[in-house]
Every structure is written in structure tokens, then in C-alpha cells.
């Protein structure tokens, strides 16, 4: 029986292992994952408009979201969406119900040192495999990144019931611009306990300011949450880098997943609602055509549109809350979703865009060709 590997039991591991646990096929699958990253540690939030194999995992879904754009705060519905908050340790459970009645799925606790055409290198030893999906090494030469996003994020106890538990805040632009375009994202557990995250959109290279980034959100949470005295459970930080063109996910037997597999919306930095989407794209292939490899590709025009606002944001930050305020000027934050889930029509597309400055975006459309 040809054996397949997954390198990496992070969220695009563990999601394409129960994708290809429900799937109707034998082959023995391997996750193997050296425990860098604990998946246990991890949160994930995200929108979506359909059922997905792993919603038991979700914690808390919510039907509107708070936006604070252009001087003004709106409180708007999800039409047809939901925004969902999924903590590492439920998808784990989630999973291996899935996954541990099956005698032919194993995990093993191992680095993989390498990723070839007939398997993986873990910890010295070659594993043997027909397929490796790879969430670990990437692409040799992955495509070149347009921005990173900067983001620290805080859990917080605030002593006063500050928070709205429930409606997250999905931007704020109430803050400090720390290097480049920068709102803060608001995620409540309940009344008392939120992750609160400052967010800059910034050009490539940029060095992390921490030291801003932290004093951002201080005096967010004490001028506008006016939490009354808070304490710092946990913090969170990254800076991701984001590139707006094609990856090339496919190397022979090998296909990148996740991050590496260029999953990452460019414009958001969100990658769980596709990571969903690919894990059951890459089933379904399986099942249909015998081989992982036949995935359906979104409109070339959307990774233009995200290259676009990135080159036009990292010159010109202010233009951020612009886009952002005419994306979700709508009465429903529907319109939006829809176009960031790169779901919508040319012709709503271009209904989306009459509240922007056409010059600025289609001199960058002009000059990115
Ligand atoms: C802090 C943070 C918060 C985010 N929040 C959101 C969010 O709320 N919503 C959203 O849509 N997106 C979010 N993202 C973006 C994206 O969804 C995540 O980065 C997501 O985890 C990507 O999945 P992945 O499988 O590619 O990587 P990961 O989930 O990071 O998985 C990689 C796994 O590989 C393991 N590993 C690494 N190197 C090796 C090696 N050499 N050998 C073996 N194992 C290895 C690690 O232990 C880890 O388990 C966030 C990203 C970050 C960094």
C-alpha cells in the first residue's frame, strides 16, 4: 500500500488529516510534527458560509462583527456568514475522533530535516511515501512578498466587563499607525477576557516594533476599551510575510499545504476558512482522479486585486482604512466577506470599487502588470 506523509500537524496538517480520514481510500497517512508549535496553544477565527467537516470544533460562533472606520463605529450582520473561533486543543479532539479509529493514520513526534520526491527525511531517517503533503519546507523558490503583517496580540483580563462578548471587533483604526497601516482586532471570550491585537500592514523587511506595538495597544485598551486595569494573560506575535502571487504548490509527489502551499490571503493574513477548502479540495481529488493534484484555482484577478491594495497601503498607509471602509460600507459586512472569500462577480466586484480612488489603484494595477 503506497503510504502518504504529512509534514506538519499544524492547522493545515491535522485539517487535511481528517479530510482524508472521511475520504473513501486506504492508503496509510503519517502526520509527523517535532512539537515546535503546539497546536494545543493555538487560536484560529475566522468567517464562513458553509458547513465544514471540523465545526464541532468551534467554540463560539457569532453573527456580527464591530467595525471602527472613518470616525465612525457600525455593529454589522453577517448575512449568510458566521465568524467562528476555534481554540487548537477542540480541533485536536475534533481530529483524532475522526482519525483514531483508523488503524492505517499513525502520528509520529519528529523533525523533518527534508522533503523529497519519495518521501521525507524525519529526524535522519527516510520515511517512504508515495505523496507528502508539506506544511514545513515550502517551495524552493516561493514567490516574492509583497508586505509582511505585523501583529501582536495580547489575552487579556480586564478588571471591569469591558468587553462585548458578543461581537468581536474586526478593525479599529482608533490607534497608533506602527510603521505602516495598523488597526486593532478585538476578540472576546466573554466580558472579562478578550485577545486584543495590533495589526500593521507593512512593507517587506520592515523590522518588528515591538516597543510600539505594545504601548498601541496599551493605550487602546485604557482609552477606548477603558477596561479600568488590565492584566496580560498571554501574548501572541508574528509577522507573516505576505505575497500576493501564484505559489508554486506542486513538485512532482510533493504538494505544499498551509502557509507554504500560498494559502494566506495576501490582503487579511487569514488562512483558516481556505486551509478548510484546500483539505477538502485535496480529498476530493483523491477520491476522484486517484491523485492529490487536482485542485480548483480562484481567479487569477483577486490575487491581482490583493497585490494591488498591498503595493498602494505600503505607500500610502491612510488608503488602508479607505479600502476598508468601502468594502464594508454596505448594511451587512456580507458584500465584503464575500469578496475577501474571493466568491464575488466581476460586476459586484466593480460595485465594491466605486467608493475607492480609482487613479491611485489603477496606477498600481499598471505599474504591478
Ligand atoms: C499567531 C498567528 C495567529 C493566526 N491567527 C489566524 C486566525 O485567527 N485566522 C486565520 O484564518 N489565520 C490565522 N493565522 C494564519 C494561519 O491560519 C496560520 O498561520 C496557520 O496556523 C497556518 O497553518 P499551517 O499548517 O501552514 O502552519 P502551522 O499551523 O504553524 O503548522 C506547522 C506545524 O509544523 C510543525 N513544524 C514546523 N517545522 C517542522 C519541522 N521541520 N518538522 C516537523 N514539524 C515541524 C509545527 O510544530 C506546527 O505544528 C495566524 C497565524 C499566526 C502566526
Known amino acids: 500500500m503506497t503510504r502518504i506523509v504529512i509534514a506538519g500537524g ?36 475566522s468567517w464562513t458560509n458553509r458547513p465544514g467537516l471540523l465545526d464541532a470544533a468551534a467554540s463560539r460562533w457569532f453573527d456580527r462583527v464591530r467595525v471602527h472606520v472613518n470616525g465612525e463605529t457600525k455593529v454589522l450582520r453577517l448575512g449568510g456568514y458566521r465568524y467562528r473561533v476555534v481554540h487548537g486543543a477542540d480541533l485536536a479532539d475534533v481530529v483524532e475522533r475522526l482519525t483514531r479509529p483508523l488503524r492505517h493514520f499513525t502520528s509520529l513526534r519528529g523533525h523533518v530535516d527534508r522533503v523529497q520526491q519519495d ?7 527516510h520515511l517512504r511515501a508515495k505523496w507528502v503533503f508539506d506544511s514545513v519546507i515550502g517551495p524552493e523558490t516561493p514567490p516574492p512578498v509583497d508586505a509582511s503583517l505585523a501583529f501582536r496580540g495580547w489575552y487579556v483580563r480586564s478588571e471591569r466587563a469591558a468587553f462585548d462578548a458578543e461581537t468581536p471587533t474586526l478593525f479599529d483604526f482608533r490607534t497608533a499607525q506602527v510603521g505602516g497601516a495598523s488597526f486593532v482586532y478585538v476578540l472576546p471570550f466573554d466580558a472579562h477576557h478578550a485577545l486584543v491585537e495590533h495589526t500593521s500592514f507593512v512593507a517587506a523587511g520592515t523590522p518588528e516594533d515591538a516597543a510600539a506595538q505594545e504601548e498601541a495597544l496599551s493605550e487602546y485598551l485604557t482609552e477606548i476599551v477603558r477596561t479600568g486595569g488590565h492584566e496580560v494573560e498571554r501574548v501572541e506575535h508574528s509577522v507573516l510575510p505576505l505575497r500576493a502571487r501564484p505559489t508554486t504548490r506542486v513538485n512532482g509527489s510533493v504538494l505544499s499545504i498551509g502557509a507554504e502551499g500560498g494559502l494566506l490571503k495576501a490582503s487579511t493574513g487569514f488562512a483558516y476558512q481556505r486551509i478548510q477548502r484546500d483539505s477538502a479540495a485535496i480529498a476530493e481529488s483523491l477520491r476522484r482522479s486517484g ?16 497585490g494591488v ?3 498602494v497601503i505600503t505607500r500610502r498607509p491612510a488608503q488602508l482604512e479607505r479600502a476598508f471602509g468601502a468594502l464594508f460600507r454596505y448594511r451587512t459586512a456580507e458584500p465584503a466577506l464575500r ?6 462577480s466581476m460586476p459586484q466586484e466593480w460595485r465594491l470599487f466605486a467608493a475607492m480612488p480609482a487613479a491611485t489603484y489603477l496606477a498600481a494595477a499598471r505599474q504591478r502588470r
Not at 510534527?33 to 497546536?39: A, E, F, L, S
Not at 469578496?339 to 464575488?344: G, K, N, P, S
Open 291 to 306: 491523485h492529490p493534484f487536482d485542485l480548483p484555482e480562484a481567479p487569477a484577478r483577486f490575487r491581482m486585486f490583493d
Open 119 to 125: 518521501g521525507v527525511v524525519v529526524d535522519g531517517q
Open 309 to 311: 491594495l498591498l503595493d
Open 10 to 45: 499544524g492547522l493545515s496538517g491535522v485539517s487535511l488529516a481528517a479530510h482524508l480520514a472521511v475520504a473513501d481510500h486506504r492508503h496509510p497517512v503519517v502526520v509527523v510534527d517535532d512539537g515546535t508549535r503546539p497546536i494545543a496553544s493555538r487560536t484560529w477565527a
Open 339 to 344: 469578496f475577501l472569500d474571493e466568491a464575488t
